[in-house]
């Protein structure tokens, strides 16, 4: 079974705040994803890291920014949040890219 | 980067088998296909993978033809529980899910 953990769960918040959504994994995966999924649509891609001090964007244009410091941590950063980010982000890691493993989410609801 | 199609939805009724297909008509060399199952406030989970022929798990069989321009996830014997969004990936230097299958299993 897969050991990859998001926090917080749920997070609301107000408009111009600053938020950071944590993503831990413990399989020494060094491919890791961020995807963003809004209720009933499909997933898209914002973020990638192929390993530490790697990132790069993916095909659905963001305002956040993410970290690669350590291999098992991938923090995703919105320096000022809006309700337009209002969605449900997920984090992936895997070995191989056609093999993710996914946490359980966070779902943001900016006011 | 291959871009892949996926019926929007499909209903079925418990114990029938469900097959799901999903189009890449630009899949590279190198990449690889990838079902995934998701279930409602879930992160999707891995349910199969293959290159091409068949290849069968424990709870899914995936078919790819010679061109590889397509591929087939077989669910034998569905029940309620299989009740969820299946998502076909195609991946390899570059990688993109397709839209989901919304697949509902009716008593």
């Known amino acids: 079974e897969a050991d990859i953990y998001q926090t917080p769960r749920y997070l609301v918040i107000g408009t111009g705040k600053k938020i950071t959504l944590e993503c831990s994994q413990t399989?020494?995966?060094?491919?890791m994803y961020w995807y963003q999924q809004d209720p009933g649509m499909e997933l898209h891609l914002i973020h990638y890291?192929?390993?530490?001090?790697?990132?790069e964007k993916g095909d659905l244009s963001s305002e956040s920014t993410v970290s690669r410091i350590r291999t098992e941590h991938f923090p995703l950063t919105l320096e000022s949040a809006r309700p337009s980010h209002t969605s449900q982000y997920l984090c992936?890691?895997?070995?191989?890219?056609?093999?993710?493993?996914f946490g359980p989410g966070t779902r943001l609801t900016v006011t | 980067l291959a871009k892949t199609t996926q019926p929007i939805s499909m209903d079925s009724y418990e114990g029938q088998e469900v097959n799901i297909t999903c189009s890449h008509n630009?899949?590279?060399?190198?990449?690889?296909i990838t079902w995934y199952q998701q279930f409602p406030s879930q992160g999707p989970r891995f349910i199969i993978q293959?290159?091409?022929t068949k290849v069968t798990n424990e709870v899914a069989s995936l078919f790819i033809p010679a061109d590889r321009k397509s591929s087939t996830l077989s669910l034998p014997r569905v029940s309620l529980s299989d009740t969820a969004v299946y998502y076909c990936?195609?991946?390899?230097?570059?990688?993109?899910f397709g839209p989901g299958t919304r697949l509902s299993v009716l008593p």
């Open positions: 992936a890691s895997s070995e191989y890219t056609y093999e993710q493993y």
């Open positions: 630009n899949i590279a060399t190198n990449d690889y």
């Open positions: 293959g290159y091409k």
């Open positions: 990936l195609v991946a390899g230097q570059n990688f993109v």
């Open positions: 399989m020494g995966h060094d491919k």
């Open positions: 890291s192929y390993g530490v001090n790697s990132t």
